[in-house]
Every structure is written in structure tokens, then in C-alpha cells.
T-cell receptor
Framework: KAGVTQTPRYLIKTRGQQVTLSCSPISGHRSVSWYQQTPGQGLQFLFEYFSETQRNKGNFPGRFSGRQFSNSRSEMNVSTLELGDSALYLC??????????????FGPGTRLTVL | DAKTTQPTSMDCAEGRAANLPCNHSTISGNEYVYWYRQIHSQGPQYIIHGLKNNETNEMASLIITEDRKSSTLILPHATLRDTAVYYCIVRDDSWGKLQFGAGTQVVVTP
């Protein structure tokens, strides 16, 4: 099976712009989670989607949003970009939501730089 | 707040066993211990998880103390490709999110 894919891999934006990142989960996986990784804060959970519904949300401002489509693909959007949004954005997929053997498989990430 | 405490870094000689400690003194009865690692510039990779029994798979072994307040991840024969940041996570398995701490930077040297 192909792994989790994320596009684009690298992105440069300027402050005030918005950005949309895409994640394609492993075939058959229905849950997609998003994480932000920065040198200062480490890996932080953004949100999780399952069956097109947001099931969990981390402590991020409303500028960060996401959605999931019927084919389980997911997008996250960041509006009004700030310098501090520069980070590696990681997507992870799993077969279901929660569960003992529900390991998460991570994609390579999208490196966002805000100038 | 991270629920785990790990050493910031550790070195290991190639071919030797690497023993990575993790303290999770506030773990509750329904929380599992998970280990992930992140090789530079890649997404985190699942290694192993357990509740209270010791676990072993093709990558590593997980030893959990009887009181479940600490655990040790063992890489039996470290290779240079095991150089990575290793994260110990406690997780209530009803929730999907993983709460990462700072992890341990493991450097395997020839």
C-alpha cells in the first residue's frame, strides 16, 4: 500500500496570506489527524477527522481549520498567516478513530515558511 | 502538559543495545504507553505500545514496570539508521490524538 502523502512538500507564503495543505491517507484508512511541529513547541496536535467530521481539536486559534472528504482525503487551511505559523505540518492516518491497535501512520509533512 | 519525562539525549554504540527510559508516574489505569521515533526530516514512525505486559516486535521491546510508572524501550542491536528522536507517549486509547513531549535524541555512533 502507498503511504500517507502530503502536498505540497514545501511552501513559502507571506504574512496575511492563507494556505491550504492536502493529505491523502493510506487506502482504507478513515481517520486523519494533523500536527504542527516547530522547534520551540515540538509536535502539537491540531485536529482529527473521522468520517468527514472533526472529532478532536487541539488548542489552536480559529485561523486553523480543516475538513475531510468522502474519500477520506483531508485538507487543512490556515488563514491570515503569521510568522509563527512557519512549521512542519504533519498528517497521520489510521484505520479508525481510537482503538488499541489503531496506530497512526505519518506522512513526510509539508514545510511551510511564512515571510 | 506532557505526561512523560525522558532524558534529553543519549548516545549508543552501533551493535549494542539501546535502553531508553521513560517516566510516566501519573499514568492512569486505562492509558497505554506508546513509542514513536522521528528520523530527521521525516514524519514520526510507530514503534511499539503496551498497557502493562512487556511487549516485543521486530523493531524493539517494551518493558513496563509493575507499578506502570516507568518503562524502557530497548533497541536490541542499534544501527546507524536508529539515530532519531524517540518519543514516549501515554495515551487514553479512546482518543485519536498523540501528545508528544520533547523526546530523547538518540545518536548511534560507529
Amino acid at each position: 500500500k502507498a503511504g500517507v502523502t502530503q502536498t505540497p512538500r514545501y511552501l513559502i507564503k507571506t504574512r496575511g496570506q492563507q494556505v491550504t495543505l492536502s493529505c491523502s491517507p493510506i487506502s482504507g484508512h478513515r481517520s486523519v489527524s494533523w500536527y504542527q511541529q516547530t522547534p520551540g513547541q515540538g509536535l502539537q496536535f491540531l485536529f482529527e477527522y473521522f468520517s468527514e467530521t472533526q472529532r478532536n481539536k487541539g488548542n489552536f486559534p480559529g485561523r486553523f481549520s480543516g475538513r475531510q472528504f468522502s474519500n477520506s482525503r483531508s485538507e487543512m487551511n490556515v488563514s491570515t498567516l503569521e510568522l509563527g505559523d512557519s512549521a512542519l505540518y504533519l498528517c497521520a492516518s489510521s484505520e479508525t478513530q481510537g482503538g488499541v491497535y489503531n496506530e497512526q501512520f505519518f506522512g513526510p509533512g509539508t514545510r511551510l515558511t511564512v515571510l | 502538559d506532557a505526561k512523560t519525562t525522558q532524558p534529553t539525549s543519549m548516545d549508543c554504540a552501533e551493535g549494542r543495545a539501546a535502553n531508553l527510559p521513560c517516566n510516566h508516574s501519573t499514568i492512569s489505569g486505562n492509558e497505554y504507553v506508546y513509542w514513536y521515533r522521528q528520523i530527521h526530516s521525516q514524519g514520526p514512525q510507530y514503534i511499539i505500545h503496551g498497557l502493562k505486559n512487556n511487549e516485543t516486535n521486530e523493531m524493539a521491546s517494551l518493558i513496563i514496570t509493575e507499578d506502570r510508572k516507568s518503562s524502557t524501550l530497548i533497541l536490541p542491536h542499534a544501527t546507524l539508521r536508529d539515530t532519531a528522536v524517540y518519543y514516549c507517549i501515554v495515551r487514553d486509547d479512546s482518543w485519536g490524538k498523540l501528545q508528544f513531549g520533547a523526546g530523547t535524541q538518540v545518536v548511534v555512533t560507529p
